[in-house]
């Protein structure tokens, strides 16, 4: 096909048509002459950068992140009893503060990491977050009593794992469309994997080098994050080299090109969509209001139940192998279910808010279990069990905030959603831990956080009534 060659008046002109070159998301209406086969100015669609290319490198780094972040949670039990062992002031309740403070500030501080990531971008964010992990880790190595850890561990390790978890969290939904569901579940995939490989690190090195060397060794662990973290990039930034790549390769014209290289990045960048901050009036939304209670009510069952599982498993004569055993076994099957949970979704195989549901009622019943454990088979059935429930709905909670909300609400919506959690978080295991020492038994406090499961699946269920009765036009996929 012949192609437009232009001379020196016919490029002056061009570059001042490119002045008027309208773009919306992926259109760039009103080109110049000098694309292939035209001699008229026309409009083009431009590809997407959804669901291709760099999308796959963003959900693997927020993988590995989360095998290192995630990791270091799930090692957080183990470290309480480790502590439990080296220092005389231990008691639950004391050790809930420390778990409380970690998991609070970690979702709590949801909106403060948004506005973070809006300002400085999601490297930063994650990067930053690394530093603040490790400088904890390095800070409680001066800990003489239980309490001294609270800020270096809880406070400053729940701060870091926000920072560097929610910008892998934005990102997918961002990158992601229609296979949104499998990126996030191939994404938190990643805990599980860390949760097989770094309770077996810090048992080696607890045993080996004392507590106080395994924290130094896991502040430098930690600080590989930092380097994941700094192959994030923005969707929008992305979006534009894909366009910029494919105009490229589009256009004829050598001099037109060089015009176009000039020129584009000013034109491309209309397509930036503008930062919104929190959009508070999703909280008058009486549908998302309930989602909220519901995060009320589940907050006293997950992470808590999981993580007193194995406080009741030690406290029964479980030893501190057989308990990281079958950890490792429960981060077996949540890397192999959280991807196949995603795939299904995306193929439409069960309906995404009922598979949300099925998995928080699911995860309340069997907690309520956990008291009828006896021995390390029972432990490992229970934890199994529990698994299926928690894996649901940790891979689902996010996506079907996502679609009932829409991509441009959801930092608003996912930031208010950990918040409440985050507040809940603060409480929740104080609590369970202040009537687990009043009580002399942990039964009582299970069937409490099994219960509050169980009634969070309740309330989640009144949201298709609410949506009718409040005239809104919600669909729940």
């Known amino acids: 096909m012949a192609s437009t060659s232009l001379n020196k008046d016919d490029h002056i002109n061009t570059k001042s048509h490119f002045d008027n070159i309208h773009t919306s998301d992926n259109t760039?209406?009103?080109?110049?002459?000098?694309?292939?086969?035209?001699?008229?100015?026309?409009?083009?669609?431009?590809?997407?950068?959804?669901?291709?290319?760099?999308?796959?490198?963003?959900?693997?780094?927020?993988?590995?992140?989360?095998?290192?972040?995630?990791?270091?949670?799930?090692?957080?039990?183990?470290?309480?009893?480790?502590?439990?062992?080296?220092?005389?002031?231990?008691?639950?309740?004391?050790?809930?503060?420390?778990?409380?403070?970690?998991?609070?500030f970690n979702a709590l501080l949801v909106p403060v990491c948004s506005w973070f990531i809006g300002r400085f971008g999601h490297r930063a964010c994650g990067i930053c977050g690394a530093l603040t992990i490790s400088s904890g880790l390095l800070l409680a190595t001066q800990a003489s009593t239980m309490m001294e850890m609270a800020i270096p561990l809880g406070a400053m390790g729940g701060i870091g794992l926000s920072m560097v978890n929610l910008p892998g969290a934005f990102l997918i939904t961002q990158y992601f469309d229609k296979r949104r569901a499998t990126a996030n579940g191939v994404r938190m995939a990643g805990m599980p994997l860390g949760g097989m490989l770094l309770p077996f690190i810090?048992?080696?090195?607890?045993?080996?080098?004392?507590?106080?060397?395994?924290?130094?060794?896991?502040?430098?662990?930690?600080?590989?994050?930092?380097?994941?973290?700094?192959?994030?990039?923005?969707?929008?930034?992305?979006?534009?080299?894909?366009?910029?790549?494919?105009?490229?390769?589009?256009?004829?014209?050598?001099?037109v090109r060089n015009n176009l290289l000039v020129t584009e990045l000013g034109q491309i960048s209309k397509?930036?969509?503008?930062?919104?901050?929190?959009?508070?009036?999703?909280?008058?939304?009486?549908?998302?209001?309930?989602?909220l209670l519901a995060a009320v009510f589940f907050a006293g069952a997950l992470p808590v139940g999981m993580t007193f599982r194995q406080i009741y498993a030690r406290s029964i004569g479980v030893s501190s192998l057989d308990i990281t055993t079958v950890a490792a076994v429960q981060a077996l099957f949540e890397f192999m279910y959280r991807p196949v949970i995603g795939g299904l979704a995306d193929r439409k195989i069960f309906r995404k808010w009922k598979g949300l549901?099925?998995?928080?009622?699911?995860?309340?019943?069997?907690?309520?279990?956990?008291?009828?454990?006896?021995?390390?088979?029972?432990?490992?059935?229970?934890?199994?069990?529990?698994?299926?429930?928690?894996?649901?709905?940790?891979?689902?909670?996010?996506i079907v905030i996502a679609d009932l909300w829409g991509e441009d609400m959801f930092p608003t919506a996912w930031g208010f959603y950990r918040s409440i959690q985050g507040c809940c978080h603060f409480i929740y295991p104080?609590?369970?831990?202040?009537?687990?020492?009043?009580?002399?038994?942990?039964?009582?406090?299970?069937?409490?956080?099994?219960?509050?499961?169980?009634?969070?699946?309740?309330?989640?269920?009144?949201?298709?009534?609410?949506?009718?009765?409040?005239g809104l036009k919600i669909k729940f996929r």
């Open 28 to 104: 760039i209406t009103d080109l110049p002459v000098g694309f292939k086969g035209t001699s008229q100015p026309m409009s083009l669609s431009l590809p997407s950068a959804k669901d291709e290319g760099y999308s796959w490198v963003v959900m693997m780094v927020g993988c590995l992140i989360h095998v290192l972040s995630a990791g270091w949670s799930r090692t957080f039990p183990l470290v309480m009893l480790a502590v439990q062992e080296d220092f005389d002031d231990y008691s639950t309740g004391a050790a809930g503060l420390v778990m409380g403070l970690m998991w609070g």
């Open 202 to 255: 810090f048992l080696a090195c607890r045993t080996t080098l004392g507590l106080k060397c395994s924290f130094i060794i896991f502040a430098g662990l930690i600080l590989n994050i930092a380097v994941f973290a700094s192959m994030y990039r923005s969707f929008e930034v992305q979006r534009n080299l894909v366009h910029r790549r494919y105009l490229r390769n589009l256009i004829d014209d050598v001099e």
């Open 271 to 291: 397509v930036r969509s503008k930062k919104k901050g929190l959009q508070w009036s999703l909280l008058q939304n009486q549908v998302f209001a309930v989602h």
């Open 357 to 398: 549901l099925a998995g928080m009622c699911f995860y309340g019943l069997i907690t309520g279990m956990v008291p009828f454990i006896w021995d390390f088979w029972s432990l490992i059935v229970v934890t199994l069990l529990q698994t299926c429930g928690s894996s649901l709905y940790v891979t689902l909670a996010m």
């Open 430 to 470: 104080v609590l369970i831990g202040l009537v687990s020492d009043a009580t002399g038994s942990m039964a009582v406090a299970f069937y409490l956080m099994g219960s509050m499961g169980v009634l969070a699946t309740l309330i989640m269920l009144l949201q298709p009534f609410v949506n009718k009765r409040a």
